[in-house]
């Protein structure tokens, strides 16, 4: 059983930073890209970003490019989110996720982050 476990959500004012771990006690992430997934109430769940396993290439959703940047850190199995410049709208609960066999297999439960205006 993969076990991901993310942190560091919260609430924060609007123009502010967070900054999203994701963590396993496996070595789940070996030779993985990882992603960062979000889910706003009453919307489906949205892509964010993804690392690939090096760590030299990341993708971003165009709402976020600019503010949002990933990195990972594979000797500690765990993968950050940093985000700047919030907006209400990235009130949301924001999941990682690891890639195996061409899909984001494995899912950590989230954590919430709340933007006030």
């Known amino acids: 059983q993969v076990r991901l476990v993310e942190s560091g959500g919260g609430l924060v004012q609007a123009g502010g930073s967070l900054r999203l771990s994701c963590a396993s006690s496996?070595?789940?992430?070996?030779?993985?890209?990882l992603g960062w997934f979000r889910q706003a109430p009453g919307k489906e769940r949205e892509f964010v970003g993804a690392i690939n396993w090096l760590g030299g290439i990341t993708t971003y959703a165009d709402s976020v490019k600019g503010r949002f940047s990933i990195s990972r850190d594979n000797f500690k199995n765990t993968v950050y989110l940093q985000m700047n410049s919030l907006k209400f709208e990235d009130t949301a609960v924001y999941s990682c996720a690891v890639k195996s066999g061409g899909r984001w297999e494995y899912w950590g439960q989230g954590t919430q982050v709340t933007v006030s205006s």
């Open positions: 496996e070595r789940t992430f070996s030779g993985s890209a």
